[in-house]
């Protein structure tokens, strides 16, 4: 990824800090997008100071991730990558449930995806790029309190084939399918369970990084199952 340009959205979270971390440290020239003003505590020290940061937008909102991306675009010249993180995760029956929840994880995982990616294309055509989305494995078989997020998810695994058959041969489109992510709430929320199963950040960006990069030149249109031990 040495001397790439690539957008890592919703990059002040677990996962994101972790891919952005990742592309930096292989030389890649990342541009940190995220709707939090600030990072949170160490990601300057995971990252350094080469990394170009983009607090405050609202990826939900058309004309703010326009912006988003032309603020990369204009940092570094180019845009050979997008990565798209930004989202969120709501456990709720669909008897008990706020319907309202539909809307905004609709918003948080799928509008996000969307916005993002119209923003890049035209970049990303001009550089033969790549664009990786995250998708869930939830979204394959969908347990009881999962409709929400499950269904959101599914739109991303959908939007993902839907572009890839639109730029093929321009622009290759991949999602990552992971199981539970070993990530602090989760560890919260599931006292009981064996992280040592789930999937670490660490290894889920290996995984991202290769589909963002050169080498994985002839997969497009892939949900890419990575489950751990799970």
């Given at each position: 990824?040495?001397?790439?340009?690539?957008?890592?959205?919703?990059?002040?979270?677990?996962?994101?800090?972790?891919?952005?971390?990742?592309?930096?440290?292989?030389?890649?020239?990342?541009?940190?997008?995220?709707?939090?003003?600030?990072?949170?505590?160490?990601?300057?020290?995971?990252?350094?100071?080469?990394?170009?940061?983009?607090?405050?937008?609202?990826?939900?909102?058309?004309?703010?991730?326009?912006?988003?991306?032309?603020?990369?675009?204009?940092?570094?010249?180019?845009?050979?990558?997008?990565?798209?993180?930004?989202?969120?995760?709501?456990?709720?029956?669909?008897?008990?449930?706020?319907?309202?929840?539909?809307?905004?994880?609709?918003?948080?995982?799928?509008?996000?995806?969307?916005?993002?990616?119209?923003?890049?294309?035209?970049?990303?055509?001009?550089?033969?790029?790549?664009?990786?989305?995250?998708?869930?494995?939830?979204?394959?078989?969908?347990?009881?309190?999962?409709?929400?997020?499950?269904?959101?998810?599914?739109?991303?695994?959908?939007?993902?084939?839907?572009?890839?058959?639109?730029l093929k041969g321009k622009v290759?489109?991949?999602?990552?399918?992971?199981?539970?992510?070993?990530?602090?709430?989760?560890?919260?929320?599931?006292?009981?369970?064996?992280?040592?199963?789930?999937?670490?950040?660490?290894?889920?960006?290996?995984?991202?990084?290769?589909?963002?990069?050169?080498?994985?030149?002839?997969?497009?249109?892939?949900?890419?199952?990575?489950?751990?031990?799970?």
């Amino acid at each position: 990824m040495k001397g790439k340009s690539v957008i890592v959205t919703g990059a002040f979270g677990v996962l994101g800090t972790a891919v952005a971390a990742a592309l930096a440290c292989s030389g890649a020239e990342v541009s940190a997008i995220d709707r939090a003003t600030e990072p949170s505590a160490g990601f300057d020290e995971a990252l350094g100071d080469g990394v170009f940061v983009v607090g405050g937008c609202d990826l939900t909102d058309v004309a703010a991730a326009a912006r988003g991306v032309r603020s990369a675009v204009e940092r570094f010249g180019r845009l050979d990558a997008l990565i798209n993180i930004a989202g969120g995760f709501a456990w709720e029956t669909v008897a008990g449930g706020d319907p309202a929840t539909w809307d905004r994880l609709w918003a948080m995982n799928v509008k996000t995806c969307v916005n993002t990616c119209r923003a890049a294309i035209p970049h990303l055509e001009r550089s033969g790029g790549r664009i990786v989305n995250i998708g869930a494995g939830a979204a394959v078989k969908a347990a009881a309190g999962m409709g929400a997020y499950a269904a959101s998810k599914g739109g991303v695994h959908r939007l993902t084939e839907a572009l890839a058959e639109e730029l093929k041969g321009k622009v290759a489109v991949n999602a990552v399918l992971p199981s539970i992510i070993d990530t602090p709430m989760n560890r919260a929320d599931m006292p009981g369970a064996d992280p040592s199963k789930w999937v670490s950040p660490g290894d889920l960006s290996e995984v991202i990084l290769f589909l963002a990069s050169d080498t994985a030149r002839a997969v497009t249109g892939a949900l890419v199952a990575v489950n751990g031990g799970v």
